[in-house]
C-alpha cells in the first residue's frame, strides 16, 4: 500500500513569492492535515480537510490556505511569503481523525524562503 | 491554553541505558494520546494510541504508560537504531485537532 506522498521534496522560492504544495493521501484516507515544523516551534497545526471541507484550522494568517479534492489529494498555498515561512511542510492523513485513527505522515516538503 | 510538554529536550543514553521521556499535557477532555516516532529527513511514524488513565502499551524495547495529566514513554536497554526524535501528541474531545508537542531527540550511543 502507497504511503502519503508530497511534492515536490525540495522548494526555494523569494519573499512575497507564492508556492503551492502538494500531497496525496493513503487510499482510502478523507482526512488530511497539514503541519508545520520548525526547530524552534516544533510541530504546528495548520488546518484538516475531509471529504473536500476544511473541518479544522489552526493559528495562522490567511496567507496560509488549502483544498480537498473530490480523490481526497490536498494542496495548500502560501501567499506573499516570508523569510520566517522556511520550514519543514508535512502532509498526514487518516481514515478520520475523529475516530482517533493514526495520522500517516509524509516525508514533507522543505521550504526556503531567501 | 492548551499545551503539550515534552522533557528532555534532549538525552543521550549509552546503548543498554533504560531510561523514560515524559509528555505532560493540559486539554479540557482527552480523547487520544498519541507517541510518534521522527527520523532525520522524514515524516513522523505511529508508535502508540493511549486512551485512558493507567493503559499500557509496549512495543519491542518501547512502553507507553498514561496518567490523567501526563505519559511516559519508557526506553528498555535501548540500541543506536533506536536515536530519533519522538514526539508525543494529543487530541482532544472538542474537536480532532491533534496537537503536537515539541518532541524529545533520543541519540542512544553505541
Known sequence: KAGVTQTPRYLIKTRGQQVTLSCSPISGHRSVSWYQQTPGQGLQFLFEYFSETQRNKGNFPGRFSGRQFSNSRSEMNVSTLELGDSALYLCASTWDSWNNSPLHFGNGTRLTVT | ?110
Not at chain 2, 515524559?22 to 494520546?33: E, F, K, M, W
Open chain 2, 1 to 110: 491554553e492548551d499545551q503539550v510538554t515534552q522533557s528532555p529536550e534532549a538525552l543521550r543514553l549509552q546503548e543498554g541505558e533504560s531510561s523514560s521521556l515524559n509528555c505532560s499535557y493540559t486539554v479540557s477532555g482527552l480523547r487520544g494520546l498519541f507517541w510518534y516516532r521522527q527520523d532525520p529527513g522524514k515524516g513522523p511514524e505511529f508508535l502508540f494510541t493511549l486512551y485512558s488513565a493507567g493503559e499500557e502499551k509496549e512495543k519491542e524495547r518501547l512502553k507507553a504508560t498514561l496518567t490523567k495529566k501526563e505519559s511516559f514513554l519508557h526506553i528498555t536497554a535501548p540500541k543506536p537504531e533506536d536515536s530519533a526524535t519522538y514526539l508525543c501528541a494529543v487530541s482532544e474531545n472538542r474537536d480532532d485537532k491533534i496537537i503536537f508537542g515539541k518532541g524529545t531527540r533520543l541519540h542512544i550511543l553505541p
